[in-house]
């Protein structure tokens, strides 16, 4: 069983370009979870979606950012006009339905310069 | 509020045991998580303990919960090399599914 897959690994995208994360989640879980890691700081939650449902956006920034996660294909996570304070690492994780365990993908690595 | 802290920093010889501390302050969290990540690398689930239980094994993995005092440990046995790495505290908080993390305590392990 593959584990939570992200791409692309690490992201270089100057200031006002988008960056689109991807997060294919382990088979059978249909529940996916985005975190960001600032340099130097702790994880923060910033959303969570069931298939084709936004169920808590609570940790997401109110602009730019925007998330989906379809009924086919992978969770999307959307960074309009990028900043050079969106700079971070990007963990997606999944758990399974009626499931409390959240397991994490390797991370996007984003630098906007 | 929902707060998690750790100390940030822990160096012990191979061999010794080490022990992560963590204390919490939302008493309705369900589940208290330890997850490990490595330089560069995703973090990976090591252990996990439901809030009405107060202690759990699992190989050299003790996770050790206090939840009048809101405390939390970990004790990893004969601490290798290998184990080198940032170990996070995490709870689950309330109804919800967030996680909310502490900062992550540096292990490093001196041969």
């Known amino acids: 069983n593959a584990g939570v897959m992200q791409n692309p690994r690490h992201l270089v995208r100057r200031r006002g370009q988008e960056a689109r994360l991807r997060c294919s989640p382990m088979k059978g879980h249909s529940h996916v979870y985005w975190y960001r890691q600032l340099p130097e700081e702790g994880l923060k939650f910033m959303v969570y979606l069931q298939k084709e449902n936004i169920i808590d956006e609570s940790g997401m920034p109110k602009e730019r950012f925007s998330a989906e996660f379809p009924k086919e294909g992978p969770s999307i996570l959307r960074i309009q006009q990028v900043v050079r304070g969106d700079s971070a690492a990007y963990f997606c994780?999944?758990?399974?339905?009626?499931?409390?365990?959240?397991?994490f993908g390797p991370g996007t690595r984003l630098t906007v310069t | 509020g929902e707060d998690v802290e750790q100390s940030l920093f822990l160096s012990v010889r191979e061999g010794d045991s080490s022990v992560i501390n963590c204390t919490y302050t939302d008493s309705s969290s369900t589940y208290l998580y330890w997850y490990k990540q490595e330089p560069g690398a995703g973090l990976q689930l090591l252990t996990y303990i439901f809030s009405n239980m107060d202690m759990k094994q699992d190989q050299r993995l003790t996770v050790l919960l206090n939840k009048k005092d809101k405390h939390l440990s970990l004790r990893i046995a004969d601490t290798q090399t290998g184990d080198s790495a940032i170990y996070f505290c995490?709870?689950?908080?309330?109804?919800?599914?967030?996680?909310?993390w502490g900062l992550g305590t540096s292990l490093a392990v001196n041969p």
């Open positions: 994780a999944s758990s399974p339905p009626g499931g409390h365990e959240q397991y």
């Open positions: 995490a709870e689950l908080a309330g109804n919800n599914r967030k996680l909310i």
